[in-house]
């Protein structure tokens, strides 16, 4: 059985508990959580496990060096000490990420250049010949995380960002990353035991994140490429293993998944994407106005969606958020309804009482998930039965 060694899921702002759930479900060992990552332990085969069936998982990074700093040359001395030949061919390719915390470094291109130039030299050092830089597509993706004093080096087993999901080909002006997606229909506590609908769908993002839960399909699938698969110890048998137990693991789903759009480009690009990642018989998109429609009679909705906050759609946002609140009001009874919104100022103008709101992050923007239910009948009749 192959040694266990510690890994690094990173993820965005207040997904750590999903992240955290998500691993102890696919079988992590020593699971620690942190800000914006949770730590792990698995083996070779459960790094390729997450990065296949991890939904709140930027991406995935391998441990291999930590050490304390003091400048720029001791950093420099200390990679140019690690064993690079074990991961890369001096003929092979190479990228360098840094991040850096704390104020003894403030500038992390620089520091990104100076660990390059560490490895370069102990290739050219030890072979005379030196691997290339390729930012796009490395043979092996480097990061170096530097927290005051504190370095840590691994290696990212993801190359792109894991929100790339390969299903996305066609966006409009404002789209969610997928990644962000998923965890909100996560937060929702959407579980696939009712109808799901997004009346703001744009290019179909958190429909399709819905539809993969509810399926339990793994999310990554139709990616191109992990950085893994370029690693010296790829073991392409072992992968299709761990993709076909995943998919082994998929379940039916018995209700409906709706999503409207004003716009009629934005739901082709939607009926584009859905095709794409082939969940066109299971997701139901309609070129509609939100607040022209109502909720079917019939079981429970629940609804999720993403309104304009203002950023890059010119609305006027108080009229807009009124409009959301009166509909869910009068035409959406029996249905548990969440939205994100970055526009605070805007969202007092719903109108409606929201009985939950976490804050999370769209990209930079502070913003807060809220959650409304509308009862069929009154509050207090609801609360009588």
Known sequence: MEDNFEMIAKTLFGFEELLENELSQLGAQNIKKGVRNVRFVGDKGFMYKCN????????ILKPIKQFHVKDENDLYTKIKEICWEKYLDKAGSLAVNATLSGGLFTHSHYI??????????????QTGERPNIDLRFPDLKIDVHIERNFCSIALDSSGESLHKRGYKIATNIAPINEVLAAGLVMLSGWDGQSDFMDPMCGSGTILIEAAMIACNIPPNLMRNEFGFERWKDWDVDLFEKIENSLLSKTRDFHH???????????????LENVKNAHLDEMIYLKNENFFKTQKGKGDKLHMLFNPPYGE?????MIEFYNNIGT???HKY?????????????????????SSRKIKVYNAKLEARLVRYDMYQGTKKLHKQK
Do not use: C, M, Y
């Open 52 to 59: 296949l069936g991890l939904r709140t998982a930027i991406k």
């Open 112 to 125: 990104a250049l100076k660990s390059k130039d560490a490895i370069v030299d102990r290739f050219r050092d």
């Open 256 to 270: 409906k998944i709706i999503g409207f759009d004003k716009s009629p480009s934005a739901i082709q690009k939607a």
């Open 312 to 316: 890059r759609l010119e609305l006027n």
């Open 327 to 329: 509909t869910l009001k």
């Open 333 to 353: 009874s029996g249905t548990t309804a969440w939205f994100i919104t970055s526009n605070l100022e805007a969202l007092k103008h719903v109108g409606l009482k």
